[in-house]
């Protein structure tokens, strides 16, 4: 099944448990722009969409990272 795409504060909505982490929209958008999500720039809004799998695997990853610092 294909990855939905959505936009920085519609994955903050689905996904409530970032803002522990301190991500925001703001935050999700500039993580995009740099390379660490997957999706497309929305033409006349100039707006981010997301692919729901690559903020998944960022969010694990996260976990992941975090997990290792705390050891």
């Known amino acids: 099944?294909?990855?939905k795409l959505?936009?920085?504060s519609e994955l903050v909505e689905l996904y409530p448990k970032v803002?522990?982490?301190g991500w925001t929209p703001t935050k999700i958008g500039?993580?995009?722009r740099?390379?660490?999500l997957n999706g497309f720039i929305s033409g006349k809004e100039n707006k981010a969409?997301?692919?729901e799998e690559s903020f998944i695997d960022?969010?694990?990853?996260?976990n992941i990272t975090?997990?290792?610092?705390r050891l």
Do not use: T
């Open 34 to 36: 740099a390379g660490l």
């Open 6 to 8: 959505f936009s920085p």
């Open 58 to 62: 960022l969010m694990n990853y996260f």
């Open 49 to 51: 969409l997301i692919l």
């Open 30 to 32: 500039i993580f995009f």
């Open 1 to 3: 099944m294909p990855s």
């Open 19 to 21: 803002k522990s982490y």
């Open 66 to 69: 975090s997990e290792k610092r």
